[in-house]
């Protein structure tokens, strides 16, 4: 495998912090709050020890005044000082045992950095390791072994999210590389006739099952993706993870130039995709979400997009011959120069659609709403079909045939 297969992950920390900070807060306000009363109460020994220091020298004169009560005096100045002493005791005790507190906070602070920083370590060496067997896997010559190394490049995404890019870009380059690897290119399904483009193929069978595997995730994984050239005729089991769940979606992936012919993406999102010249031709695109999508020079011969939505896609030049687009939504849709010929558009909307040289040729419009439709001309509405429930833009007539209550033969 080529292009961005050689991206490393970076070492990246991952944190689960949630109610821990709370506890940890919590202990901190009760630590501050001890440290407090400890420095309070050495406060008022110190007090109380210069009160006795004090009272050493005024207190026995004051309360022993007569000369003969010399062993009073001396007894009390004793036991002043014996109490100052004590006093300063409890004080130098009480601010060794803060002092002795604090740096045991520091110490255990330094050991629980030095136990992350270890398990951080161990952690990233073992994404690293796994990121390494599954980029060996993806090079194995057995189905098995590479869908055993996507499936577990998908798992390094859950474990660690700060490694999704570099997932992605591995994933990309194998659909790339090895989707249009002619060594790997399946045979045939049957005869079919071929795209209306020139070097288009006919249907063929569904990609390589690790193709698909790798596209699956690939579509699960929110983050762009570039699968430009890809060939993935034929696509179809996309689905949503346990561990990542929500509805696939191809609108974060570029396929430009990609192959999707009669690939099965009913209800699929391409919101805004890049689709410039993709071969969509035959793919089963009903109810499928192609609001804003960009699908210039595409071939869509064949293919079903009833229930579609594409308001304001880009179509120009587009080839839909045949398509089927029955109550699509191609409100505001840019359809210039694109190819129309043997559409169904039944009670499809195409309200503000850009329409400048479309080619309708028989192209079915009964019950459509052309309403506001610019770039529309006369010529072009005679050439499709459509009844009297069209809807045709002010000032353009509506063809006689569209007025009979069965419509024009073989309509």
């Keep these: ?31 501050s709050a001890g440290r407090r009363w400890l420095w309070i109460v050495a406060g008022l020994a110190a007090a109380g020890a210069a009160a006795a220091a004090v009272g050493i020298w005024h207190l026995p004169p004051r309360m022993y005044p007569d000369p003969g009560d010399t062993d009073a005096r001396a007894a009390l100045q004793g036991g002043l000082l014996t109490a100052a002493s004590a006093l300063i005791a409890v004080a130098g005790a009480l601010v060794a045992l803060d002092e002795t507190r604090a740096a045991n906070t520091e110490t255990r602070r330094a050991n629980e950095a030095a136990d992350e920083r270890e398990r951080q370590a161990h952690a990233n060496t073992h994404v690293r390791e796994l990121y390494t067997r599954a980029i060996d896997q993806l090079g194995s010559d057995s189905d098995t072994i590479r869908l055993g190394g ?9 474990d660690s999210p700060a490694d999704r890019r570099a997932v992605v870009e591995v994933l990309a380059a194998f ?18 006739a071929p795209s209306a483009k020139p070097g288009r193929r006919g249907p063929s069978r569904p990609p390589a099952v690790d193709i698909r595997a790798a596209v699956g995730v690939l579509a699960r994984l929110p983050h762009p993706a570039d699968l430009t050239g890809a060939d993935l005729t034929g696509l179809t089991g996309l689905t949503s993870h346990a561990d990542l769940p929500g509805a696939p979606s191809l609108a974060h992936l570029t396929l430009t130039n990609a192959t999707l012919a009669d690939a099965r993406l009913a209800g699929v999102d391409f919101t805004g995709g890049s689709l410039d010249d993709a071969d969509l031709a035959r793919a089963d695109l ?20 009833a229930d579609a939505t594409l308001a304001g896609a880009l179509l120009f030049r587009a080839t839909l011959t045949g398509a089927q687009l029955g109550r699509a939504d191609l409100t505001g849709a840019q359809l210039g120069g694109a190819d129309l010929t043997n559409a169904v558009l039944d009670e499809a909307i195409l309200a503000d659609a850009v329409l400048s040289g479309a080619n309708l040729t028989n192209a079915r419009l009964d019950g459509a709403d052309l309403t506001a439709a610019t770039g529309l001309a006369q010529k072009q509405v005679d050439s499709a079909r459509g009844d009297r429930r069209t809807h045709l833009p002010a000032g353009l007539a509506r063809p006689a045939s569209w007025d009979t209550e069965e419509g024009p033969a073989g309509q």
Aim: proline share 6%.
């Design 286 to 305: 009903r109810r499928a979400n192609l609001t804003d999508a960009e699908l210039v020079d595409a071939d869509l011969t064949g293919a079903r997009l």
């Design 150 to 158: 996507i499936y577990a490049l998908e798992r390094i995404v859950a």
């Design 1 to 31: 495998m080529t292009d961005n297969a050689g991206v490393t992950p970076g070492a990246h920390g991952t944190c689960s912090c949630g109610g821990a900070a709370g506890v940890a807060t919590s202990g901190a306000a009760r630590r």
């Design 175 to 192: 659909v790339r590389t090895l989707s249009t690897d002619p060594r790997r290119a399946p045979a045939p399904a049957a005869p079919a």
